[in-house]
């Protein structure tokens, strides 16, 4: 079977996608506003880019209306955001903030998810994420335009916070005490 996702509507070459690449693990971006507004969203399209400088990345795809989401457009305004890993006892309180609220409503606060000040980075991290990265903006890369256009965020990571016990030698995370969770 040969399927070309250009010829699909943009909905199914997503679904399409998604069933496709996995494991994909989940990306939850606490950002701020240039007002102080904070946004905490999840994103599947994530990975490691490189560790030299280290740096991961992650999509921000367009509302099919063809607007662009808190998150990028905070990004874009301060430069700063926190990728915070998702475990398996935030998974529900994660997905409550995968709904589209208002700009500045607080999805972590509507979700009651506490925050914690980042030590290097303007937006705060989620305080129980196992694992968080700060990050500062590398540079956005836009692929298409409007509707469902990515917006490819790079991200260098200037800090990690880990929980106490995860870490296995000094060398690596522990999969099993990280427990995290992917699409």
């Known amino acids: 079977m040969e399927i070309d996702l250009g010829a699909l509507a943009p909905r199914d070459a997503h679904d399409m996608l998604i069933s496709a690449l996995i ?5 939850w971006v606490s950002s701020i506003s240039g007002q102080g507004q904070v946004n905490l969203a999840p994103f599947s399209f994530f ?8 740096t991961l990345g992650f999509s921000v795809v367009n509302r099919s209306d063809g607007s662009r989401k808190d ?3 905070n990004i874009e305004e301060t430069g700063h955001f926190v990728v915070n890993m998702v475990s398996h006892d935030l998974a529900g309180r994660m997905v409550k903030t995968a709904s589209s609220l208002p700009r500045g409503v607080s999805e972590a606060d509507e979700a009651g998810i506490a925050l914690a000040p980042a030590a290097k980075v303007s937006a705060p ?3 129980d994420a196992r694992v968080a990265f700060e990050c500062t903006l590398d540079r956005v890369v836009k692929v ?3 509707p469902h256009a990515g ?5 260098t990571i200037v ?3 880990v929980r106490d016990g995860i870490v296995e030698d000094g060398k690596g995370i522990d999969p099993l005490r990280f427990d995290a969770i992917g699409r």
Do not use: D, E, F, Y
Not at 23 to 27: D, G, L, V
């Open 47 to 54: 990975c490691g880019i490189t560790w030299s400088p280290p």
């Open 159 to 161: 800090l990690v916070h």
């Open 125 to 127: 991290r989620v305080k």
């Open 71 to 73: 998150t990028i457009v």
């Open 144 to 146: 298409g335009q409007g």
């Open 23 to 27: 494991p994909r693990p989940i990306a």
């Open 151 to 155: 917006n490819l965020v790079l991200g």
